[in-house]
């Protein structure tokens, strides 16, 4: 993954607990304390498809593999356990399929490394696929393991077999992975695992589907294979963007008296970082982010126009009209975003860095709306900014990501809870500590939080449906462990609702974290959408909630969640109460323990963001 290592662990490959030769030795703690299995007997020197699986992947050094258990994969289930000892990789254990793949979308979002998923046949496969969407959506390299058969027809036992096996399972997803394959031999599967983990990794990344026969795995080999040198596999070098091309596009950002940065999909590592903000500053370029994607420039910047947002602000979009020229960082969906603002006909000249047309099909409009661009470099964003400040004489020094918190703190407001009320509490109660928010619900306000570093925001799902966030949650906890940082998701009741079985795996191994549900007991995304049509067409706006609401019984959050294993406090109905509440939790978590807090929050979004969502409408949220 070109340049995109967040590095939240200090080792990065090793900063989760695994080692080289894949031992985790007799301190281990946390996770790696877990599920530690029996020795096999010694002098077994029995082979099996399964097996040879099982090396590949320790040799391609994934830490974790998150899954939901199912007899299709039962070999390669016994390899990873009795031949790998349930170490590089470890398994951690979900309660679904959904789940398993958020929390590998998760962990890559926070520190950079990919992990697997394994789910089981056709059905578990099919409750993954919303997850799979959304790693997808979010460019996000997850390797899915899958099984299916046995594909001999004449080993299958009777009934659960045969529903349990498809003619082409890789159609359930091929439109939305960057590659699949179901191999027939050892061999194949083997380099079908290794052809893979490059693709995913391989810019843009994206997730990829491996299909395992279960009699393949089960079957008995005569030796084992080799390991494979992997560092004949990786992925290809970034590519250099064209100098022409890149002394075209450093003449037209120094003609422009106003230049709009739009920052989208970038590598987030500080070296990054620091090139875009040197650039700004020296173009004085007005810079624009996104709160779909992980904190990529300091939103507090005096360069920075408006907050960020899911859609882009009032402030934003009069920029874009004002522009002469746009320099697009690979964002999401540029044609829609110039469209909207009233900046594409006759708008602004645009310079785009981006690869992304290479995952563009016909089955999804993911890519969003065709963008004008006047120059155009197919290669990755970071490489076109390192070129440009190169092409401008822009020294290294300067821009680095600031971890340091706001010193001011808001004061205590009276009255019910809000989503801003949120996070002045969250600000209060983590003052001085470095913090990162994994998620936030769709009614924030990019306003209430500067992001001054790239661990500070890990953005969003990339698909835009629900149940998401605990996992994603859970999985950038693990990924953030040994940074130093306060893993902290603020999600909404009904994410919260239909992933929350996701925070047991947190719970079992160990994994700090602290989950705020902004409870408004409602699915209120879609009672703006239902007074939206209302107003429309004359109706009453009174009856928006029917249909929406989440209350009469209202969801126990903390006795839920207490049920998981998790610390559960709340409910909380005021700004008071939720500081007692946060001190407690984050004493707890930075201890060691899982927590989550239902904050029961007044019906309504913060103002900038109801505007916007007013202005643009949105799904379901």
Not at 13 to 26: E, L, P, V
Request: charged residues 20%.
């Amino acid at each position: 993954m070109p340049r995109d290592e967040v590095g939240a662990t200090g080792d990065g490959a090793t900063g989760d607990g695994a080692t080289g030769d894949g031992a985790t030795g007799d301190g281990a703690t946390g996770a790696e304390a877990m599920d530690r299995p029996v020795p096999s007997a010694p002098g077994d020197n029995r082979a099996w498809g399964s097996d040879a699986i099982a090396d590949v992947l320790r040799a391609m050094e994934i830490p974790f593999v998150a899954l939901n258990p199912g007899a299709s994969y039962r070999g390669l289930h016994d390899s990873l356990v009795n031949r790998l000892g349930n170490t590089a990789p470890q398994m951690l254990v979900c309660l679904h399929e959904e789940h398993a793949v958020a929390v590998a979308h998760g962990y890559w979002k926070a520190c950079g490394r990919p992990m697997a998923a394994a789910l089981h046949s056709n059905v578990g496969l099919m409750h993954g696929t919303m997850a799979i969407f959304n790693a997808w959506c979010d460019r996000a390299p997850v390797l899915v393991l899958g099984a299916t058969g046995p594909v001999d027809a004449a080993r299958r036992r009777p009934w659960i077999d045969w529903i349990h096996s498809v003619q082409d399972q890789g159609a359930l997803v091929r439109p939305y992975v960057k590659w699949d394959a179901q191999p027939a031999s050892v061999g194949a599967a083997r380099e079908g695992l290794l052809r893979a983990w490059q693709i995913a990794r391989s810019a843009p990344c994206g997730p990829v589907y491996v299909n395992l026969d279960a009699g393949l795995q089960e079957a008995p080999i005569p030796e084992m294979p080799a390991a494979p040198d992997m560092a004949r596999y990786a992925p290809p070098s970034a590519g250099v963007p064209d100098a022409a091309l890149v002394e075209r596009a450093a003449g037209m950002l120094r003609g422009a008296s106003r230049v709009v940065m739009l920052v989208g999909r970038v590598g987030r590592d500080g070296a990054s970082w620091a090139a875009r903000v040197r650039l700004a500053e020296a173009i004085g370029a007005r810079v624009g982010t996104d709160l779909k994607l992980p904190a990529c420039f300091p939103t507090d910047h005096a360069l920075h126009v408006g907050a960020p947002g899911t859609f882009a602000s009032a402030e934003l979009a009069a920029a874009l009209r004002e522009a002469e020229v746009v320099l697009a960082l690979d964002p999401v969906d540029l044609g829609g975003t110039l469209r909207a603002a009233g900046a594409e006909v006759g708008g602004p000249r645009v310079i785009l860095a981006s690869q992304d047309q290479r995952l563009h099909n016909g089955w999804s409009f993911d890519h969003g709306a065709l963008p004008p661009a006047d120059l155009s470099f197919d290669c990755g964003p970071d490489a076109v900014v390192d070129a440009l400040c190169a092409a401008m004489g822009l020294g290294g020094e300067g821009g680095a990501p600031a971890a340091a918190r706001d010193a001011a703190v808001p004061a205590v407001s009276d009255g019910l809870l809000t989503i801003t009320g949120i996070a002045a509490s969250l600000k209060r109660v983590t003052a001085g500590r470095d913090v990162t928010l994994i998620r936030v619900p769709l009614g924030w306000d990019g306003g209430l939080w500067a992001f001054r570093h790239p661990l500070d925001y890990l953005g969003q799902d990339g698909g835009g449906g629900i149940g998401s966030g605990p996992g994603m949650a859970v999985g950038a906890a693990l990924g953030l462990r040994g940074s130093g940082r306060l893993p902290v998701a603020v999600l909404g009741d009904g994410d919260t609702l239909m992933g929350l079985s996701a925070l047991w795996t947190a719970a079992h191994y160990r994994v700090p974290l602290l989950v705020i549900v902004s409870n408004n007991r409602s699915f209120f995304n879609d009672e703006v959408h239902q007074e939206r049509v209302a107003r429309e067409r004359g109706r009453p706006v009174e009856n928006k909630w029917v249909g929406q609401a989440i209350s009469d019984p209202d969801p126990d959050f903390a006795v839920l969640a207490r049920g998981l294993g998790v610390h559960g406090i709340g409910p909380v109905g005021d700004e008071a109460a939720l500081d007692a509440a946060l001190r407690d939790a984050v004493a707890r978590v930075e201890a060691g323990e899982t927590v989550l807090v239902d904050a029961r929050v007044a019906p309504g979004y913060a103002p900038a963001m109801a505007s916007a969502l007013t202005r643009e409408g949105h799904g379901k949220g």
